[in-house]
Each structure stands twice: as C-alpha cells, then as structure tokens.
T-cell receptor
Framework: IAGITQAPTSQILAAGRRMTLRCTQDMRHNAMYWYRQDLGLGLRLIHY???????GKGEVPDGYSVSRANTDDFPLTLASAVPSQTSVYFC????????????FGEGSRLTVL | GESVGLHLPTLSVQEGDNSIINCAYSNSASDYFIWYKQESGKGPQFIIDIRSNMDKRQGQRVTVLLNKTVKHLSLQIAATQPGDSAVYFCAERKSNFGNEKLTFGTGTRLTIIP
C-alpha cells in the first residue's frame, strides 16, 4: 500500500543522545514535511523540503536538522536531544508544495528523559 | 469554536445528528483553508479544502463554509457516525505559491454519542 512510513514508532531517549527519525514515501511526492504535535499546541512545522536537494526551516527548527538526498527519504535528526523535544513527530508529503493536501505518516512518539 | 491559536477541546454530538466545528482565523492574508481529521493514534487525514474566492464547498457528507468578513471557517458533518469521532484541525495558508506553509489550529475533539 502506497504511503508514508515512519520509524521508529516509539522511542525513549536519554538527554544528550543523538537520534534520527526516519521517513520514507513511495508516492513520488516532491514536497515533504516534519511536524511535531504537542497537546494544546496542535501541529507545528519543524522543517520542510519542496523538492529533493532542498530544505527549509519551519516554525520550530531549533535543535533539529534534515536532509533530502532523494525524493523518497526525509530523515529528521536531533543532534543532542533535550526533554523539551518530547513529542509526537509526524512526517508528511504532498505532490507539490503548492497544495495543502498533505499525506501524513502514523507518527513517531519520542520521549527524552 | 476552534481558533488557530485558541483551543476548544470537545464537541459531543448524538449519532445521526449534524456536527458543526468552528474555526476562527486571524490572518486576513490567508487565502487557502483546509480541514484535517485525526483519529486516535493515527496521523492527520485531509478532509476538504476551500480557497478564499469561494464561500462554500461540499464533499461527501461534509461542507466547509468560509466567512471572510468575520474570518470564520466551519466544517459541517451530516448525519454523524461513530467513525466521525476524532480530532478535527483547521489549517490556513497565506498563499498557494509554494513557499507559504500551513498553520494548524489546536484542534476540536468530536465525540459521537451512540
């Protein structure tokens, strides 16, 4: 079934550790996004990529980095995790950056202790 | 109702009744609006969108109304079913030229009473 795959589904991490959340899509979508979801704050954009080879900063980019080496993969890296990065992370894609119809993965729940 | 920035936690509706979920937006430059549905433990799912040159758009059992004068957006769900229980998010975007990203509201939880 076509869609977005995120891994891991859930992770507990010690503060200061490095962590990469993986995201792969098989829909050949140009645009990809990373959001974090916190109770009472909705979804906030961390980083995005309009097309392979380009990335941009969203609303809350500090402490996170991304790369887009090819169309399908868009990993999110926390270089040195902090407790405030405890959240549910959603990867999404869309055929182009012009559309608001995003296709979301199932999420990765990250707990930083 | 929900606002992009203001949270109305829960709306309870009897099964079979119509549901209306409201959203107030503050950015008068926004010209594109979207509703998403998020079921427990899953990612958000696109429901319907509307551009600012329209005031109403209908989908399957859903209708979105846009009132630009008062900067208000609503999602109407006809004949609600148990499967409609979810958190509903409105989102806005300033333009559709590719570089402006969606801003999501904080969500409204819709609970269907059997």
């Amino acid at each position: 079934i076509a869609g977005i795959t995120q891994a891991p589904t859930s992770q507990i991490l010690a503060a200061g550790r490095r962590m990469t959340l993986r995201c792969t899509q098989d829909m050949r979508h140009n645009a990809m996004y990373w959001y974090r979801q916190d109770l009472g704050l909705g979804l906030r954009l961390i980083h995005y990529s309009n097309t392979a080879g380009t990335t941009g900063k969203g609303e809350v980019p500090d402490g996170y980095s991304v790369s887009r080496a090819n169309t399908d993969d868009f990993p999110l890296t926390l270089a040195s995790a902090v407790p405030s990065q405890t959240s549910v992370y959603f990867c999404a894609s869309s055929p182009s950056s012009a559309t608001g119809e995003l296709f979301f993965g199932e999420g990765s729940r990250l707990t930083v202790l | 109702g929900e606002s992009v920035g203001l949270h109305l936690p829960t709306l309870s509706v009897q099964e079979g009744d119509n549901s209306i979920i409201n959203c107030a937006y503050s950015n008068s430059a926004s010209d594109y609006f979207i509703w998403y549905k998020q079921e427990s433990g899953k990612g958000p799912q696109f429901i319907i969108d509307i551009r600012s040159n329209m005031d109403k758009r209908q989908g399957q059992r859903v209708t979105v109304l846009l009132n630009k004068t008062v900067k208000h957006l609503s999602l109407q769900i006809a004949a609600t079913q148990p499967g409609d229980s979810a958190v509903y998010f409105c989102a806005e975007r300033k333009s559709n030229f590719g570089n402006e990203k969606l801003t999501f509201g904080t969500g409204t939880r819709l609970t269907i009473i059997p």
